[in-house]
C-alpha cells in the first residue's frame, strides 16, 4: 500500500465521490484509499494507521469551498464507516462485498458501450471509423475515461471509411460578435427570467421569418428602448443598452445586415444540432421520427422557425449521407437548406460532439444538455428521449428488438423508471408540479443505481427550470395586471396555461389562472372595440379616444402606433419676466392638443439647454436664476412620449449652436467635452476626453441638436469598448441623410446614474451628408 498523499486524494478520491454523487455510491476501501486487492495481506496495524490518516486529512478539510459539504457527511459517519475495516475478518467480508459491488458497477458503466458496439460489429462487421467519436461519446455518459473507451474498441476491427472535406464558412456576422451577442442573451435570460430569448428577434418578441419586416422591428426596437430608459441604472440596463446596438446594426438596418444575422444564427443552431443528429444515426444510419420532432423543437427553441429548423435537419442528415424516418422522399433536398442560410460545412458521420446516447434502435436518449441514455434492459432512460412508454423498440443484449424474442435474464425495467415516465408525460401535459411528485418518486427509488441518478437528474433539473419559469410569469401577469398591460399580461399567461397550469397563484388568494385569463381578454377585447370606435376625424377627437383605449390597455399595440402617427401641438407664446424676488416666471399659451404635460428648459451660457421642471399648467417658476437679465426659456409640449417643437421666449425658433470653446475644455455640467468629430470609412471618429469611457450621439435631420436632450433629436450612446472594437462610432443605416450630428460626454455617478454632460464643444459637431 503506497503511502497516503493528500493532494493526490483529494483529485482521486473526493472528486470521484462528488461527482458519482456523494457516500453512497462509493465504499469504505475507496474512501479510506485502501487498494481492494490488497485487503486481504495488510494487517489490522497498517489498516488503523491508514483510517487515522484518512480521517485526520478529513477534519483539515471541513472548511473547503468545494468538498466541505461531503468531507462533513464523512467526518459524521466515520465511526459506521470505519468499523468493517478494524478486524481482519470484518474486513474480509466487506471485500468480498465491496468486489461485486463493483463488479456490477464496472458492467453497468461498459453496458451501453457495449451493447452500441455488438450492433455496429453485427450491422459492418467491424466498428466504421466515423463511428468512433460517437462511441467515444457514449463512454463519457458512463464515467469511462479514453483508455477505457479505447480499449473496448480496440478488440474489434475499425473499417476506414472517406471523410468529406470541410467547407469553410460563408462571410457574415463575425464570430466575435456572435459570441458577443450570445453571452449578452444570456446573461439577459438570468437578470429578466421569463422566456428564452435565443436571438434579437426573440427579445424583440418576434419569429424568426419575420425578420426582413424592418419596420415592425423598428416599432419594437424603439418600445424596447423607451423601456430602458425607464429602467434604474445597473447592470440589466447596461445589458439591453448593447441588445439595442446589435439591434440597431443588425435588424433595423435591414436589407444586407438582415441576411447576414439570419445566416450566423440560422449557422449556430446547426452546429448546436449536428452533433445531436450524428448521435442520433450513430447505429441505425437514419433519423427515426420521434427523434426528429425533438430535434426540431431544439432548434425552434433555439430561435428557428419550423420551415428552417426542417431544412437544418434535411441538410444535416443529408451531410451523413442517411435520410428521416417518413421523409425519406426529402434526401438530398439539403440544397434548399443551405440556400435558406444554414451551414455549409460538412462533419462526416463521426462528428459527433453531442453528449447524447444511443440506443439499439438508434434514437437518442436525451438532448446534448445532459440527457442520458441507456440500452440496458430494453429501455431508454433519457430525460428528454422517447419515452418508450408503450414498451415497443427495446432490445437487450444479446437479444433482438420488440416483436421477437427478448432475453428474460435481464429485468425488464427498474423501480425508477415508470415514475420517471409519468414525469415525463405530466411535463408533456403542461403539469410541472405533477411532474415534480413523479420525479422525487424516482429519486426515491434509485438507490445506488448510477445509470438512474443519471437519467433522473436531467429530468428534475427541466422541472425545476419550468416551475422557476411559471413563478416568473405569475410576477410578470400580477404587475401587468396592476398596470393595466393587459397584452402582456395574455402572453404571460397563455404560457402558463400551456407549460405550468397546476401551478396555482402564488398570491394563495388571489384569482386563478383561467379567472385572470377571462379578466385579461376581456379587458384586452374592450380595448380592441375602444380602438375600433375611435374617430379619425377631426385629431383632437381622435387623440382622446386613443389615450381612452391606452387608459384601458396601457400596452395596447394598434392604439400606440395610431397615436404616433398624430402631432403634437407646440405651445403659443412664451414670456419670461422676473418677480421682485428674484424668481422668473415662465408662462405660454396652452397647446392645441389636449391633455399635454409641458417640459420647460432654460438656454444656458453656453448655448445648451437645462430642464428647469415639468408641468401640466401654463406656468411655472424658475428660482435657479435670481440676478442678472432675464434667460431665454423654452417650452417642449410632449403626450405619451411624443414631444412638439419648442417654442422659445425670445420668439427665435431657430436651434442655437454652442459658442466656441477650448477644445476639451469642461462644459457647466463640469464634465470634458468630446473634441475633434469627423467620419472616417463611415464610421464616426473623435477624440475620446480623460476619464470619459460613454458618449451620447445626437441627430437632427432639420438643424443641428440643441442640447443632448433635444427633444427633436434621434439619441443613442456608445461605450468606449464599443467604439475600440468597431473602430468608430456606428451610424445607422435607417438615419436621415443629410443630417447633424453632435457628440456629448456622459459620466456615471458613485450609484451607477448616467449624467450627460450640458452641452456640445464647437467641433463635436458635424453636417453629415452621407
Known sequence: MRAFDPNDYRKRVLAAVERRGGIEHSDVFELYDIPLEEAARLSDAEIAARVEEVWGFWQKQRDHPKYRVLVGL?????????????????????????????????????????????????????????????????????????????????????????????????????????????????????????????????????????????????????????????????????????????????????????????????????????????????????LVAADFDYLLGEGMAAGLDRATAERVLIGLTDELGTTVEGREHLAGSGSAQRNSGASTRTDGPGGVGSRAGSDTTGRTSGPAQGGAGS?????????????????????????????????????????????????????????????????????????????????????????????????????????????????????????????????????????????????????????????????????????????AVLEACTDHAGAIAALAELPVTAPGQVTASRKPDGTVVITWTPSATEQVEYRVTRLLTDGSWRVVGRTRGTALEDGGTVTGPVPVYGVVASVSGRNSEVRRSDGDSRAEVAPPAAPGAPNLSGMPTVTRLTVRDGLLTFEWPTGITEVMLVARADAPPTEPDDPQARKWKVTNSRYQIDGGARIPADLPRPCHLAVASCKRDATGTLAVAAGFAPDARIRWVG
Open 74 to 286: 464523512l467526518v459524521d459517519e466515520h465511526d459506521e464507516l470505519s468499523a468493517p475495516l478494524r478486524t481482519a475478518s470484518s474486513r474480509r467480508v466487506e471485500a468480498e462485498r465491496v468486489t461485486q459491488i463493483r463488479a456490477r458497477r464496472d458492467a453497468e458503466r461498459y453496458e451501453m458501450i457495449d451493447t452500441a458496439i455488438d450492433r455496429l460489429v453485427e450491422r459492418h462487421g467491424g466498428i466504421p471509423a466515423g463511428k468512433v467519436p460517437g462511441l467515444e461519446d457514449i463512454g463519457k455518459m458512463s464515467g469511462l475515461s479514453a483508455s477505457e473507451i479505447a480499449a473496448r474498441v480496440r478488440r474489434h476491427r475499425i473499417i476506414d471509411e472517406v471523410q468529406a472535406a470541410p467547407v469553410p464558412a460563408a462571410a457574415g456576422v463575425s464570430t466575435q460578435r456572435r459570441q458577443q451577442i450570445r453571452k449578452l442573451l444570456a446573461e439577459f435570460e438570468r437578470l429578466q427570467p421569463g422566456d428564452p430569448v435565443p436571438t434579437l428577434l426573440a427579445l424583440l418578441r418576434l419569429d424568426f421569418s419575420k425578420a426582413r419586416e424592418t419596420s415592425e422591428i423598428r416599432l419594437r426596437a424603439e418600445a424596447l428602448r423607451a423601456r430602458a430608459r425607464e429602467l434604474p441604472p445597473g447592470r440589466t440596463r447596461v445589458v439591453l443598452d448593447e441588445l439595442l446596438v446589435h439591434i440597431s446594426d443588425l435588424l433595423e438596418a435591414g436589407g444586407s445586415a438582415v441576411d447576414d444575422y439570419l445566416r450566423a444564427v440560422t449557422d449556430d443552431v446547426t452546429e448546436m444540432l449536428r452533433p445531436q443528429v450524428a448521435a442520433a444515426v450513430l447505429v441505425e444510419d437514419h
Open 375 to 547: 440500452t440496458a434492459g430494453g429501455q431508454r432512460a433519457g430525460a428528454y428521449g422517447g419515452d418508450n412508454d408503450s414498451g415497443a423498440g427495446s432490445t437487450s443484449r444479446g437479444g433482438s428488438t420488440a416483436g421477437g424474442t427478448i432475453d428474460r435474464s435481464r429485468p425488464q425495467s427498474r423501480p425508477w423508471e415508470a415514475p420517471l415516465r409519468a414525469a415525463r408525460a405530466a411535463l408533456r401535459a403542461g403539469h410541472p408540479r405533477e411532474a415534480a411528485r413523479h420525479v422525487d418518486l424516482a429519486r426515491r427509488n434509485v438507490g445506488g443505481d448510477s445509470l438512474g441518478m443519471t437519467s433522473v437528474r436531467p429530468m428534475a433539473e427541466e422541472v425545476d427550470r419550468i416551475l422557476a419559469e411559471a413563478a416568473a410569469h405569475w410576477r410578470g401577469a400580477t404587475s401587468g395586471i396592476a398596470g393595466r398591460r393587459f397584452m402582456e399580461v395574455l402572453e404571460h399567461l397563455e404560457f402558463l396555461q400551456r407549460k405550468a397550469s397546476d401551478v396555482p397563484n402564488p398570491a394563495g388568494s388571489g384569482p386563478e389562472l383561467e379567472q385572470l385569463l377571462t379578466q385579461a381578454r376581456g379587458a384586452l377585447a374592450d380595448a380592441d372595440r375602444q380602438f375600433a370606435a375611435a374617430p379619425a376625424t377631426p385629431p383632437a377627437a381622435r387623440m382622446r379616444a386613443l389615450l
